[in-house]
């Protein structure tokens, strides 16, 4: 038997029907997680947004147009969700360079990596949140610049 799809699940979930939006959570919990953690850049605040996202799309599911697909408003909805959270404070992490820098290269090299990545990391910090969300999509989420539109309702 086929898998049910996005829509089947929906229609059961609207109806009360906890396992169908069980169901839509297993499918959509990995993207969703990525979205707030590259977003955010601290896992256990993603593993918060993530749960929030669903509890968010579960108390609003009778709004979500079946006509359109789910997973780009799941991930929106994760996505304004970070937006929100940015907006509240300065986001924290390492930046890619920070965290892949080569354990064996030279002091200076490192700290050169080290203060460059402090330096983006504040430029980042400076931009308006949903600036800041469209690079970080881009850059970590690999997402065409159609994809982001949809994800950020731009």
């Known amino acids: 038997m086929d898998a049910p799809t996005d829509r089947d699940l929906i229609l059961r979930a609207r109806r009360g029907d906890a396992e169908a939006f069980g169901e839509l959570v297993t499918r959509y919990q990995g993207s969703v997680f990525n979205v707030c953690y590259r977003m955010t850049h601290e896992r256990r605040e993603a593993e918060d947004l993530a749960q ?15 006509q359109r697909e789910f997973g780009p408003w799941i991930r929106r909805v994760a996505a304004n969700l970070c937006l929100n959270r940015l907006e509240a404070q ?44 469209v690079i970080e999509l881009r850059h970590y989420q690999e997402l065409s610049y159609n994809e982001i539109s949809a994800e950020l309702n731009l």
Not at 52 to 66: G, P, Q
Not at 90 to 104: C, F, H, Q, V
Not at 109 to 127: F, K, N, T
Request: hydrophobic residues 30%; glycine residues 4%.
């Open 52 to 66: 929030e996202t669903f509890l968010r799309a579960h108390s609003r599911l009778d709004t979500f147009d079946i």
């Open 90 to 133: 300065r986001p924290t992490g390492e930046l890619d360079e920070e965290r892949d820098a080569d354990e064996s290269q030279s002091p200076e090299a490192a700290l050169e990596v080290r203060e460059r990545s402090e330096q983006i990391r504040g430029a980042l910090a400076s931009l308006p949140a949903q600036y800041r969300a």
